[in-house]
């Protein structure tokens, strides 16, 4: 397979590595007498640390609250584009697709969450209950064999709570067409006839080969994990009991079907009845009656990381303020911390940005946003922290703005942003690089590499 140079992240590396300090991490290395240094960084070769060989690539895999690919950390700079599929769908928009993979790469970003659905709708892959589109999973197959030649990993989400591409909404107006006495649409989490219809999609999706590269879905590395939905909500039931029973179900079917890779649920990362004293965390006080409940949701056997979203212009306020960024410190903190203490696993920040249609938005407040994002993940690493990195809401290639719902972000027009996106990419592939899980930052390199990946003047 052809390997994908990467100009601009080496133009970084030169930037902040020089070849004094590169020896010197070497030298403590080779002192300590341990295989903490997974390849020299400086070999800027055919086998850098992005341009991997096919056997290296393998499952992204979890030990304790780190991810883990060959024994290494594997913390993740990344980013959501959701509509891939749909755009692969027609020969006139698919180029798109390899154009956004292409551009995120560009800036060392490693993992791309996408939607694994259409239920029902324009394009859909799944026409009816366990019906699906040919033409539109081939789309599907398409995004993954794309994803794979520019080294980026997929978490791929499976059904919405929401009605767009579907929903739930949509299973339950299949089971209204099939005679069932349906009332809600959180009738979705609690008939065994819908039940049924998503473990099916689950089933489909993850027995899937692909007909580009010949390989099943559930064996395939590019796939980093499976969601079980996009920012599940039972607003019928606040205590959070009917979620916390679909989660346990889905979780395990999942698991059942394909144990190699990891799952995650999809939540916003509402705290709930469970958690009294975590209430003060939330956005406000609607957050805790959406039946949600961060910490009891994740400790559900077969849930492998947690997830969180951070929207503080649709949460707190939509006029942007500097309120906005302590919220999402406190925010980013409190699930780190619970993540640590409680979990026991990673915390992925899988959706976070702000609107440009918001009042008193600029561009300027967005690098800030994005700037104290990646902060939060930093100080989680420097400590071998749960922090386990953060995906950006959403990029967009040239010529897509019929798709931007106000959060696109398109490289090519925001050098800021594309700076501060590569310099964090770059911060972390050093550190994903450079040490073992083994090592768990208490070698003596790690005062020397804090000082390469967080100096100031950077």
Not at 325 to 344: C, N, P, Q, R, T
Request: hydrophobic content about 35%.
């Amino acid at each position: 397979m052809k390997k994908m140079g990467m100009p601009i992240i080496f133009l970084f590396l030169l930037l902040i590595l020089s070849s004094n300090a590169v020896s010197r991490v070497d030298e403590e290395a080779q002192k300590e007498g341990q295989d903490h240094v997974h390849k020299p960084i400086t070999n800027y070769g055919s086998e850098t640390m992005w341009d991997m060989e096919e056997d290296e690539w393998q499952m992204v895999g979890k030990k304790g609250n780190q991810f883990v690919v060959n024994g290494q950390p594997f913390y993740i700079n990344g980013f959501n584009t959701y509509w891939l599929m749909m755009f692969a769908a027609d020969d006139s928009t698919r180029g798109k697709v390899t154009e956004v993979f292409k551009q995120a790469s560009s800036l060392g970003m490693t993992v791309c969450r996408t939607w694994a659905f259409n239920d029902g709708q324009w394009r859909a892959l799944q026409k009816s209950p366990s019906v699906y589109d040919e033409e539109v999973f081939k789309a599907l197959d398409f995004v993954v064999s794309e994803a794979k030649k520019y080294k980026i990993r997929l978490i791929l989400s499976l059904a919405n709570n929401w009605e767009a591409y579907g929903g739930k909404a949509q299973y339950v107006k299949w089971g209204k067409d099939a005679g069932l006495n349906l009332t809600s649409d959180d009738d979705f989490y609690t008939h065994s006839t819908l039940r049924s219809y998503y473990k099916s999609h689950v089933k489909t999706v993850l027995n899937r080969v692909n007909t580009f590269t010949n390989i099943t879905y559930k064996e395939d590395p590019t796939i980093f994990a499976w969601e079980l939905m996009n920012e599940p909500r039972c607003n019928s039931d606040p205590t959070g009991d009917k979620l916390q029973d679909w989660i346990q179900e889905m979780a395990f079917h999942v698991n059942k079907i394909d144990p190699k890779h990891l799952v995650e649920i999809g939540l916003e990362g509402f705290y709930g009845p469970s958690t009294p004293q975590r209430l003060q965390f939330n956005p406000n006080t609607y957050a805790q009656q959406v039946g949600t409940d961060f910490i009891r949701n994740h400790q559900v056997l077969g849930v492998d990381f947690a997830s969180v979203h951070m929207y503080a212009d649709s949460w707190v306020s939509p006029q942007i303020a500097d309120t906005h960024i302590s919220f999402v410190k406190s925010w980013m903190d409190a699930h780190i911390e619970d993540a640590e203490k409680y979990l026991g696993m990673p915390v992925v920040f899988s959706e976070f940005g702000v609107s440009s249609k918001d009042p008193g938005y600029n561009s300027t407040y967005r690098d800030t946003l994005i700037s104290t994002v990646y902060s939060a993940v930093l100080n989680s690493t420097k400590k071998g922290g749960s922090g386990a990195g953060s995906l950006l809401w959403q990029v967009f290639p040239e010529g897509t703005d019929n798709m931007d719902d106000g959060y696109a972000i398109v490289f090519s027009k925001s050098p800021s942003t594309s700076s501060i996106v590569t310099l964090q990419s770059t911060r972390l592939a050093l550190f994903n690089s450079v040490c073992s899980t083994r090592c768990n930052w208490s070698c003596k390199k790690k005062k020397m590499l804090e000082k390469i990946l967080y100096h100031d003047e950077l």
